[in-house]
Structures are given as structure tokens and as C-alpha cells.
């Protein structure tokens, strides 16, 4: 089934937003919209957003490849992103990357096994006064300890 | 803990870390930063920020009604977009300002909206970011129900929409022009000055960008009045600042203070000192793309005059304290990665000498360069001065400065150290590294994991 079928209200609702010369603006939300329900981007999704944002599907792809945030593959049911840069870095991420990685089984591309993680080591996340950090989905957690780690992955199915 | 002596009026209860909602904002006479800006002439607004002397946040700390002075006379529409990309390694200050405070910004968009005469403003929110760009949604909801955003805010017949757009991972879309190829829906390059976004900027239309703490400071200074930010003052740095301390400090965390506090008060006195009361190493003062200190500076004062004549910036403000575990040529190495990864490839200097900088650090911190690798580096990076090496002041944004700064910097205060790493074949540190959450996850036997990339 398309993405972005019956979204035809939201869209607009998004396009609503900049100069209707300039409806491209809505381009990062839509995608956005795509990647809230499926979790990644698809081919076919990118060539749906094109059509109903009013560019092409290269240029839909030139976009998508160039923001880390937009996943090209299917991740994980949570997708863990954790800041690897310099102040989380001094606070043990490389080290707390490396035991999330081993503890739950889950390999640097792609998800797990049993399809419940992925993660992905990224920059910084603007949490490096709670170094260090990681995203669970769109959940910030810092100050993070084995124990804490434990604590949230857990509560994770 | 020092007493200060001052009221802190951004964030006031930030270990709460409660979302000032719109009832309460009203009680402590919110909105009045857009009432008051409604009774006045844009040119007075604008007259009373430059009086004010508030200086931008974002990094550049460029005069911000002096800024909003360079419009084009009569040329409409007129955007503002506020630069909530935060995306400078160790800046998070814009986070709990959206987060806590989102309709102080709200107001502060409104009022810079009335001094700029623009209809409509955008947030641009980093797509880390997902709980700032729904409490600011949320915020902006009740705004316009409560009729102080639309087509007649306050029932003065005047119109200011305010949108939040939402970033999806790029560092860069924090350079300003960048933000706004990247809010026209393409890949986020920047664009060559001039024309400057005051000309040309959003849709090709006067655009003013200022980050979120400018702007939130605009409502402050109206209700308060510029004698009030001015009062605070170190050299021609006004009013308070947020910084961001993180690090091997006891107690990292955002600190609202007058510019005239030193970096060893700030690590010192309001954090707390060094973990296991270690020695500094280095600090980085400003974001990681400004130029180290060395500990024998701890006494800068930490205003933008202070920062500079110490050799650095305080760009956004965010401090990196290092202690001594910390190994020199490691940490640039891991900067390195950073800028190399977040390099938009525009431009020959930024992109390859960026990822050759990195190339070179990784065979100097795992073993296999040569002296001769040093002074290739040293001819790239330069000496973490502006305008020296191959890269910075030859690109078309600062992030090619950016790169190079660090690197420069760093062989400037340890070259030694670099000396030393190529002759012992690559890091001594290497079995030493215990900086797991403070000291959360000790392990100084711990194998040596390397950065993803
Ligand atoms: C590579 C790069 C990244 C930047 N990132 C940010 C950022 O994340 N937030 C920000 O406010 N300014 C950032 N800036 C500075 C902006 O270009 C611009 O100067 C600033 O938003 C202007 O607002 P201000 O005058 O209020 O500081 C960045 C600049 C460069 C060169
Ligand atoms: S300096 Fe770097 S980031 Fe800036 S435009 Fe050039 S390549 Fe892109
Ligand atoms: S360095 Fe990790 S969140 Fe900023």
C-alpha cells in the first residue's frame, strides 16, 4: 500500500506552511512524515514523496542521501544513535558502543537477529553536559551508565 | 558554590526541567516583549537592541540590531529564521531554552518579527531534536489560539506566523546559508557571500537569522531595557550568556552567567572542579571548532574580548574541559572525524583537506607516520589562525576554517606529544582509557575501542 495514502490533508497542511511558489520547502517534512510510519525510507516511498511534492525522484534521492537521519534501510524496532563525539567520546561512548553492541547482540550494520535493535554511532547530539548520550527512537537518554543502559534497553521489545 | 549576585532570568529552574506552559507565562506578564514592541516604531526596536549591544549567540557574535539594520529599504516580504540547528560539538543550551521556555522564543519571534518587518517566521529545529520541535508546536498551537500569532496578533491588525521546520542530520544546516538552501527543500550547501541573507536570503527575500538565544533575548531586553542587559558587561560583550561546561568537570551542565566570570571560576567555582580532582589538560572554550587553551589561561575572562585575547573564540559558548587522561592527539583525532564527516564537499579545501587531516592524525595516533607527516599536517592545518594553512580562509563557508583550527591548535600546545606518538609508533594512552561517565564505567585495562568512523 503507499506510504502516504490518505495523507492527502496533512500534506497540505505542511505545504500550508511556505509560499505556494515554493512548495519544495515541504520536502524534509514529508519525508519525515514517510519515515515516522515505516521507520526508513524506500525507493518507492521516494518516488510517492516526488509526485506529491513536485520534483523528481533523483532529486528526492539527492536530498534523502545527503541527511544522516533519513535511514535507506530498515532499522531495527528501536533504533539506538549513539553520540560518539569528543564530550561524550572522554565520557566512555566508544566503550558504552562497544557494550551495547556485544550485551545485545547487535551487529554495526543493520539490525539484530531477532529484529529488535539497530544502532548507529553518530555526532553530536546536544547532550554533552549528560555525556554520555544515546537516542532510543526519538527518546534522548544521557548520563548513561551500564546500569542505565540495562535500565532503558530492557524496557525495549 | 559562589552567591551570585544577579537574578538569572533565561533559565531560572533549569534542573526542573519543566515546560513553562501558556498560563504560566502569563502570570510572570508574559508576552509583554510583543506588546511593548507593538507600541513602538521598528526602527526604535531595532535602536534599543543595538543600544542593548546583544551580540549574536550563534557563534559569530556578530551585533544583532545592526544586523537588522542592513535590510533593503522596502523590499517585502521579509523573512526571520531562527537558527535552532545546535549542532557545534559541546552546545546544548538552545535545547532546554525551546524545551523550558517555548513561548519566551514565541515572543522574542514576534517581537523581531515587528522590528524587521516580517510576516512570517521559521524555526529551523535539528532533527535530533524531537522533543524541542514538539513542545515548540504545541507552544506555537496555543499562540495562535490565544490569537497572539495569525493574521491579527494582540487585535492589532497585524500579521506574524511563526513555523517550525525540521532538520533530519547535518551539521552544516547550521551555517546560516545552508539553513536556508536546506529550508527550500535541498541538499544543505552553503552559499557564497554576498550576497549576505539581509539582501538575499530565504525564497531569494531579505532574511534575518539569529540563534534561538538572540532571539529569546530580545523580549528581556524590551521589557527590562538595555541599560538592564548592559549592566552586565565585559568590554563590548553585554548581558548574561549560557554556557555550556561539559567535560571531566564534577558537574557539567548549562550555567547562565555575566561574561565577566573567569574559566577557572566557571570550572572551579560552579562546577565543581576536575573528576578525582585530576588536572586540566586543555580546554576548548567556545564549541569544537575553536582554537584550545592551555592551562596556564585559566584566568580568561570568558567574554568574546576576553576569549580572543586569550588566542581563541568563544564562539557558542560551550566549554570542554579535558583533564589529563586525556590524550591530545586522540582528541583532535576524534574532532577531525567530526568535521571530515560533516564536510558538505563543496568545496576542494574543506573536503580533502579535511579528510586528509584526519588520514594523517589516524597513522600519528595508531602508529606508522613519520616526521615528515607532521609537517604535511602543519601545512594543511596551519596554526590554528585564521587564514593560515591550506583550507582556512580558501572555502566558502567557515566550516573549512572549522576543520583546521583544532588541528592547528593542538600541534601549537602538544607538539611534543605529537613528536612523541610518531616516535613510540602511535599512542601510549592507548591502556589507559577510564573515561566512561566520569568515572561510571572504569576500566583502565579495557580493550581500546575505536570510533565508528
Ligand atoms: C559550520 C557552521 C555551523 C554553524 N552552526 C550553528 C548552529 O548550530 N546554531 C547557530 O545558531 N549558529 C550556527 N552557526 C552560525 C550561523 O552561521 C550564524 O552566524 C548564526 O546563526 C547567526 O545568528 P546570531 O547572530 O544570532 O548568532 C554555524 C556556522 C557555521 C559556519
Ligand atoms: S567549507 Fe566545507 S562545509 Fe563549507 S561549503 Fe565548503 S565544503 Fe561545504
Ligand atoms: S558530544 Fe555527545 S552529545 Fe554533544
Given at each position: 500500500m503507499p506510504v502516504l495514502e490518505g495523507r492527502q490533508e496533512d500534506i497540505e497542511k505542511i505545504c500550508a506552511k511556505y509560499p505556494p511558489e515554493n512548495r519544495r520547502s515541504a520536502l524534509l517534512p514529508v519525508l519525515w512524515m514517510v519515515q515516522e510510519k515505516e521507520g526508513w525510507v524506500s525507493q518507492d516511498s521516494m518516488r510517492e514523496v516526488a509526485d506529491v511534492v513536485g520534483v523528481t525522484a533523483a532529486e528526492v534521492y539527492e536530498v534523502v542521501s545527503f541527511y544522516t537521519m533519513f535511514q535507506q534501510k530498515p532499522t531495527g524496532r528501536h533504533h539506538i544513535a549513539f553520540c560518539q563525539t569528543l564530550s561524550c567520546a572522554v565520557c566512555g561512548a566508544y566503550e558504552a558502543i562497544a557494550y551495547i553492541c556485544e550485551k545485545y547482540n547487535v551487529p554495526k550494520h543493520g539490525p539484530s537477529e531477532d529484529g529488535r535493535f539497530s544502532i548507529e554511532a553518530v555526532e553530536c547530539i546536544g547532550a554533552c553536559t549528560e555525556a554520555p548520550a544515546m537516542l532510543v527512537g526519538e527518546t534522548l537518554h544521557g548520563n548513561l551508565t551500564p546500569e542505565r543502559i540495562d535500565e532503558i534497553l530492557s524496557n525495549c521489545e | 558554590m559562589p552567591v551570585d549576585t544577579f537574578d538569572k532570568v533565561y533559565l531560572p529552574n533549569i534542573e526542573e526541567n519543566k515546560t513553562e506552559w501558556l498560563q504560566d507565562y502569563l502570570k510572570g506578564g508574559g508576552y509583554d516583549g510583543s506588546k511593548k514592541a507593538l507600541e513602538m516604531a521598528p526602527e526604535t526596536i531595532i535602536n534599543v537592541v543595538k543600544d542593548s549591544g546583544l551580540r549574536g549567540r550563534g557563534g559569530a557574535g556578530f551585533p544583532t540590531g545592526v544586523k537588522w539594520g542592513f535590510l533593503p529599504k522596502d523590499v517585502h516580504p521579509r523573512y526571520l529564521t531562527v537558527n535552532a540547528d545546535e549542532s557545534e560539538p559541546g552546545t546544548c543550551k538552545d535545547r532546554p531554552l525551546m524545551e523550558q521556555r517555548p513561548h519566551t522564543l514565541i515572543d522574542g519571534c514576534i517581537a523581531t518579527c515587528l522590528a524587521i518587518e516580517a510576516e512570517a517566521a521559521y524555526i529551523y529545529i535539528r532533527g535530533e531534536y524531537y522533543k524541542s520541535a514538539k513542545v515548540m508546536q504545541q507552544a506555537i498551537d496555543e499562540a495562535y489560539e490565544a490569537g497572539?500569532?495569525?493574521?491579527n496578533i494582540f487585535g492589532s491588525g497585524k500579521k506574524v506566523d511563526v513555523y517550525v521546520h525540521r532538520g533530519a542530520g547535518a551539521y552544516i544546516c547550521g551555517e546560516e546559508t545552508a539553513l536556508l538552501t536546506s529550508l527550500e527543500g535541498y541538499r544543505g550547501y552553503p552559499r557564497l557571500k554576498p550576497p549576505f541573507p539581509a539582501v538575499s536570503g530565504l525564497y531569494g527575500k531579505p532574511t534575518i537569522i539569529n540563534n534561538v538565544e538572540t532571539i529569546i533575548s530580545v523580549p528581556f531586553i524590551l521589557t527590562k531595557g538595555a541599560d538592564w542587559f548592559k549592566s552586565y558587561v565585559h568590554e563590548r560583550s553585554t548581558g548574561l550568556r549560557l554556557y555550556s561546561v561539559s567535560g571531566h568537570v564534577k558537574k557539567p551542565g548549562v550555567l547562565e552567567l555575566p561574561?565577566?566570570?573567569?574559566l577557572r571560576e566557571m570550572i572551579y567555582d560552579y562546577c565543581g572542579g576536575i573528576r578525582n580532582d585530576h588536572d586540566v589538560k586543555f580546554v576548548i572554550p567556545g564549541g569544537s571548532s575553536v582554537p584550545w587553551l592551555l592551562p596556564h589561561q585559566l584566568d580568561t575572562v570568558m567574554s568574546m574580548e576576553g576569549v580572543n585575547a586569550a588566542g581563541s573564540f568563544l564562539g557558542s559558548a560551550a566549554v570542554m574541559v579535558l583533564d589529563h587522561t586525556v590524550c591530545p592527539v586522540w582528541a583532535v583525532t576524534n574532532l577531525s572525524a567530526f568535521y571530515r564527516h560533516e564536510s558538505c564537499g563543496q568545496c576542494t579545501p574543506c573536503r580533502e583537506g579535511s579528510a586528509w587531516m584526519h588520514k594523517i592524525l589516524m597513522r600519528i595516533e595508531n602508529g606508522g607516520a613519520t616526521m615528515a607527516d607532521l609537517e604535511t599536517l602543519e601545512s594543511i592545518a596551519g596554526t590554528g589562525k585564521p587564514n593560515t594553512g591550506m583550507i582556512s580562509g580558501k572555502s566558502i563557508c567557515a566550516l573549512g576554517d572549522a576543520s583546521a583550527w583544532p588541528v592547528g591548535s593542538a600541534i601549537q600546545c602538544f607538539r611534543d606529544e605529537f613528536v612523541k606518538h610518531i616516535e613510540e609508533g602511535g599512542c601510549s594512552y592507548r591502556n589507559k582509557r577510564f573515561w566512561m561517565s566520569g568515572d561510571k564505567f572504569v576500566n583502565e585495562t579495557a580493550e581500546h575501542h575505536p570510533r565508528w568512523h
Open positions: - | 497572539f500569532l495569525g493574521d561574561m565577566t566570570v573567569t
